[in-house]
T-cell receptor, first 115, second 111 residues
């Protein structure tokens, strides 16, 4: 079956603009995660959705970042008034349940470059 | 919150040498997972360990979960250039917790 799909694969935008990144998880997966990865660095947790529960937003770095998940499926990560330090690869992952004993399946990511 | 530390941060080996990365937690873990991220790619799930003292093998890779369930290791025997990448451990304090990723170990292999 199809894996996790992310779009766009690359995004270049000017500082101060808003961007929207999309994640389409594996069908039936109730848990969805967003991570940020700067060049050569580890995975920085941003936000976690599990079913109908309130999302865990504890990793969002500032109020410029927000995410939503509509209908328990597709998710969008929005960054408002982008800054150069927002440049990174944004990875989305899904798992069949929200439990830590479920493997996460990652998309190919969106490479965001802020000029 | 739970923190999982990985060491070393980076290792450069000659092809054919062995490699080990360690994952350590100050708290008892419910389970541990290992992922591999090739350069330019995304993390890919390798394996999960659940039981105290558990050892699992995948060809040249050996995964161990400590007796106290606070640490884990990944050992690669006779590295090959295809082993290049970053290896992450990931875990939860309980099965209901979200997964938390370690800091990763980047492996470079000289042919």
């Amino acid at each position: 079956g199809a894996g996790v799909s992310q779009s766009p694969s690359n995004k270049v935008t000017e500082k101060g603009k808003d961007v929207e990144l999309r994640c389409d998880p594996i069908s039936g997966h109730t848990a969805l995660y967003w991570y940020r990865q700067s060049l050569g660095q580890g995975l920085e947790f941003l936000i976690y959705f599990q079913g109908n529960s309130a999302p865990d937003k504890s990793g969002l770095p500032s109020d410029r970042f927000s995410a939503e998940r509509t209908g328990g499926s597709v998710s969008t990560l929005t960054i408002q008034r982008t800054q150069q330090e927002d440049s990174a690869v944004y990875l989305c992952a899904s798992s069949s349940q929200g439990a830590s004993n479920q493997p996460q399946h990652f998309g190919d990511g969106t490479r965001l470059s802020i000029l | 919150g739970q923190q999982v530390m990985q060491i070393p941060q980076y290792q450069h080996v000659q092809e054919g040498e062995d490699f080990t990365t360690y994952c350590n937690s100050s708290t008892t873990l419910s389970n541990i997972q290992w992922y591999k991220q090739r350069p330019g790619g995304h993390p890919v799930f390798l394996i999960q360990l659940v039981k105290s003292g558990e050892v699992k093998k995948q060809k040249r890779l050996t995964f161990q979960f400590g007796e106290a369930k606070k640490n884990s290791s990944l050992h690669i025997t006779a590295t090959q250039t295809t082993d290049v990448g970053t290896y992450f451990c990931a875990s939860g304090a309980s099965s209901g917790d979200k997964l938390t990723f370690g800091t990763g170990t980047r492996l470079a292999v000289r042919p």
